[in-house]
């Protein structure tokens, strides 16, 4: 707070006498020896010149002093403040030497004591008069104070003031305000960082007048510094001519070898320019050795090491060792944290580790550090940081000076449910400059938000008095159309969803939905499966939700990925998830604290209920092996929750038979040496831990379609509309068919599109055979096992109760005797067919089987025919399910089903001919 003014006319002008009481021999009654008056006002001049001499001053009568020498070297601002009574008395007995006001000025804003405010008048009357110092010290004062409180009032220096006050100093060749303007062209935030503007001001502190008599070591050391620091920002920075950067090599390449204290950056230079082969031959695995070599000694050369050693460069991949280097070095090197964090989050090495990775990027002052963590945020907008406003401000600074990435981060995190950060009108006002500016994403942005409450569920849109009209959201919309873009379609899906601006119309909103997201928009994915989840404006449809969240969440959405999690409880019926959806993923969700409702309040007690039912329904299909291996994978995807404290309470939310199984898993891979009894303690959490760090991160797999879609036939044997041509004659003769040949004539047709993998043929053999005696005549007990599973695991549109119809076949085959061959055929179609690897996927097919007599025994004595290890007492039981899976997988596809289709085409292009 400042003081009252009249508290400041007296630090002004009622000051502390100095020695020899000059100004109290004007109040005293005595009159004090000339002699000693003129002595203490000369050595209060003498004192204030030595200590406070202002650079480039012409009337300067000592060496100019530095504003960053004005402080004492051991902080003791008590120094400094004998310095300003000794300048405000040399000022004010000398009046005459204007020198003096100035040298003053700078002591009272280095202190920065309250009433400062009072001064800038003065300041800013020496700083129009063209002193350079004055218009640093305008510079400095908004420096200071620029992160002050709203109860400190308005600044007392604007932002664009101090700034071009900061210019106009080192255009005169002011040298601490040329070290500024580096500072900021390299680092930011007031200025946008630019290399070649930090060559430029280097070559001006070379070329910058003397700042006064006698300049000093600083002066010399400062300029003698800049031609390598040109030298090195060339070379490690983008936008330099190659005939540039080889004049920057040669220089840095000498001062490297020189090997003289201080060379250590241009050794990094160096490396840097052997790394990329700027200025110089490119040779990777030099640099690679060089930092090797360097790495002990040099802390600040362990960043670029770690990075080519996550990518492999100049030698081997070893991210692992890249992460341990960074961790280590977090606390002393910039760099390390950001570059940590990246790492963390790409789930190469190790699983993701958001939480981590947002400490880091929080931690850092590098405004892109807080550009990648708006951005994570907004996917993580659960999460919570310290001190959110310190992100604000940097991203803000970013945005005035007018950094690429910056306001639109900002803006999005201001728009997002983060409710650290949600401010929609500081965003829109942010926007709208943007928008007015031609990025379109910035005007999409600001036009999907003149509606408060767009995406609400709960409260109705209401339009904003400022910004864009009806007529203009309608132009702007119809315009985005015409050029495709995702956002204009996807603004007008959510007005028509709501009544606003159009009239209400669920099914041309969903329309839009569909549009949008064919163009790639990830928000218009998870809002088109909502809509086929709910049936807005188009029939319910499970395995098209399933498809557009999938698809989302293979982009990166968590929102997708925990609308599939928490879809898959509800899919005991259709089994058209896999448990990496309904089980991993949940757990890896739960692992990072995703949606978490009882985090830090309901204990070791938040597992068991917000897991609850998770182990049961569509997952027991699976069996207890494959579900603890699902689990297991979950701390491979999200290994945060290996933490104890979450340990602990999770491990109490599993099912005995699963933390046994899991136990099992760990000893017989020689992780856990205990007995696995199911007690989940500390050695089976070390075990675990050990385990995950073994097999690293979970692989990424493609879009979940296999529950949904048929395996297509072989690519390149026949265009689809061949298919399409012979199917519908093929069909309309099998309706036609009166005789018994013909029937039969019809039914070769069918078996021949089904060999080739066409699903309609499949199912009408499949739906027929256990009820006409002439489909049998034609296809074998064999082909229709195979037809069958195709059906059960493909579930294509319009076939229903295709279970019952297999359990009537699989009958009909007992009845004639045949079931032998259904335990062989099954064998070959697992190998064939990798969606019938998935454990959930045949548990809850091969739970069908028990139902038909004698086809579990075909399986079971199928299986030890063929040698397969590990199988149960029951050809449908878990141990056999998961031996054929394990010996699908090792043994490879068996050929069958390619053989079948490639004759099936040669055959039907004779049709064709």
């Known amino acids: 707070m400042l003081r009252p003014v009249h508290t ?18 004007q109040t005293s009654s005595e009159k004090p020896d000339d002699t000693a008056k003129r002595a203490a006002l000369a050595e209060a001049i003498s004192a204030c010149d030595r200590g406070a001499s202002v650079p480039l001053d012409r009337g300067a ?59 800038l008048p003065q300041i800013k009357l020496l700083a129009d008069g063209g002193s350079p110092e004055a218009n640093y010290l305008l510079y400095e004062v908004y420096s200071v104070h620029r992160h002050d409180g709203a109860d400190a009032g308005p600044p007392p220096v604007k932002r664009a003031m101090a700034l071009d006050a900061l210019q106009k100093a080192g255009a005169a060749g002011h040298l601490t305000a040329l070290e500024t303007l580096l500072r900021q062209y390299i680092e930011g935030p007031l200025l946008r960082r630019d290399a070649h503007k930090v060559v430029e001001t280097a070559q001006r502190v070379i070329d910058a007048p003397a700042q006064g008599q006698s300049p000093g070591e600083w002066d010399s050391q400062f300029r003698a510094a800049m031609p390598l620091l040109i030298a090195r920002t060339t070379l490690t920075e983008d936008g330099f001519t190659s005939d540039e950067q080889q004049k920057a090599f040669h220089a840095v390449e000498t001062d490297f070898q020189s090997g003289t204290n201080g060379s250590g950056r241009s050794a990094l230079a160096y490396i840097k320019a052997l790394r990329l082969g700027r200025g110089t031959s490119q040779d990777a695995a030099k640099a690679r050795q060089l930092l090797e070599a360097r790495v002990g000694s040099d802390q600040y050369a362990i960043p670029m090491l770690a990075d080519m050693l996550a990518k492999g460069e100049g030698g081997p991949a070893d991210g692992k060792r890249a992460i341990a280097m960074l961790r280590a070095a ?28 947002i400490q880091l990027l929080n931690a850092s002052w590098d405004l892109d550090a807080g550009i990648r963590l708006a951005g994570v945020l907004l996917d993580y907008d659960g999460m919570q940081i310290d001190n959110p406003d310190q992100l604000v401000g940097r991203l803000s600074d970013g945005a005035d000076a007018g950094e690429p990435g910056a306001a639109l981060a900002l803006a999005r995190l201001q728009l997002s449910d983060n409710q650290q950060f949600k401010n929609e009108d500081l965003a829109r006002a942010m926007l709208k400059p943007l928008a007015d500016a031609g990025d379109r994403d910035a005007l999409w942005l600001y036009a999907s938000t003149q509606y408060a409450n767009l995406d609400s569920t709960s409260y109705q849109p209401s339009r904003r008095d400022d910004g864009l009209s009806d007529d203009q959201l309608k132009a702007l919309i119809d315009e985005g159309e015409a050029k495709k873009e995702q956002q204009a379609y996807l603004l007008q899906a959510k007005l028509m969803r709501k009544g606003a601006v159009y009239p209400q119309d669920d099914q041309k909103a969903t329309a839009m939905l569909i549009n949008a997201a064919n163009l790639g928009s990830v928000d218009a994915m998870v809002l088109l499966g909502d809509a086929y989840d709910d049936g807005l404006g188009i029939d319910k449809n499970p395995r098209e939700r399933l498809h557009a969240w999938r698809e989302a969440a293979r982009r990166g959405s968590l929102k997708a990925k925990s609308k599939l999690a928490n879809a898959f409880t ?33 204990g070791n007690d938040a597992a068991s209920i917000e897991l609850s039912g998770l182990f049961s329904g569509p997952a027991s299909s699976a069996g207890t092996a494959a579900i603890a291996a699902a689990v297991m994978d979950a701390f491979r995807e999200a290994p945060a929750g290996l933490a104890e404290d979450n340990l602990v309470g999770f491990g109490k939310a599993l099912p005995d038979d699963i933390r046994a199984a899991i136990e099992t898993t760990l000893k017989s891979e020689g992780f856990y040496a205990g007995e696995p009894k199911g007690h989940f303690g500390p050695d089976a959490r070390k075990a675990l831990a050990a385990w995950v760090d073994a097999k690293g991160p979970l692989a ?45 004539a019809a039914i070769k047709q069918l078996d021949l599109l089904a060999r080739y993998g066409d699903l309609p043929s499949r199912w009408a053999l499949v739906r027929n055979y256990h009820q006409a005696k002439v489909v049998r005549a034609v296809v074998t007990p064999e082909k229709v096992t195979r037809y069958a599973l195709d059906i059960l695991v493909s579930k294509p549109a319009g076939v229903d109760k295709a279970e019952f119809e297999f359990i009537f076949d699989l009958t009909q085959i ?15 179609a697992i190998r064939d067919d990798p969606r019938l690897q998935d454990p959930l996927t045949l548990g809850a097919i091969m739970g069908q089987f028990a139902f038909a007599p004698d086809a579990c025994d075909s399986v079971l004595a199928a299986a030890k025919k063929a040698g397969v290890d590990g199988v149960g007492s029951d050809g449908c039981d878990e141990d056999t399910r998961t031996a054929l899976i394990a010996f699908a997988k090792e043994k490879g596809a068996s050929g069958v089903d390619a053989a079948a289709r490639k004759a099936a085409a040669d055959e039907i292009k004779t049709l064709d001919a």
């Open 8 to 25: 400041l006319v007296l630090s002004c002008l009622a000051l502390t006498p100095f020695a020899g009481g000059a100004f109290a021999a």
């Open 814 to 828: 007992a009845q004639d005797r045949k079931s032998k061959v259904v335990g062989s055929a099954t064998i070959q």
């Open 61 to 119: 009568k000592a060496p100019p002093v530095q504003y960053g020498e004005l402080f004492p070297q051991d902080f003791d601002l008590s120094k400094l403040k004998i310095l300003a009574d000794k300048c405000q008395a040399a000022m004010l007995g000398a009046p005459q030497e204007k020198r003096l006001t100035l040298e003053w000025l700078r002591v009272q804003v280095a202190l920065n004591q309250a009433g400062l405010t009072f001064l």
């Open 330 to 357: 977090t606390k002393n090197v910039a760099e390390a944290g950001p570059m940590l964090a990246g790492l963390l989050m790409d789930g190469k090495f190790v699983g993701r580790q958001p939480r981590e990775a």
């Open 700 to 744: 990424e797999i493609p879009a979940q379609t296999a529950a949904t879609q048929q395996t297509a036939p072989a690519s390149g044997l026949l265009a689809n509309e061949i298919i399409d041509r012979i199917g519908k004659k093929v069909f309309a003769q099998a309706q036609a068919a009166k005789t018994d040949k013909q029937k039969i």
């Open 570 to 602: 509800f899919d005991s019926f259709d089994h058209l998830m896999t448990l990496r959806e309904g089980i991993t993923d949940r757990i890896a969700l739960y692992n990072d604290g995703i949606g978490r409702m009882g985090a830090g309040v309901l």
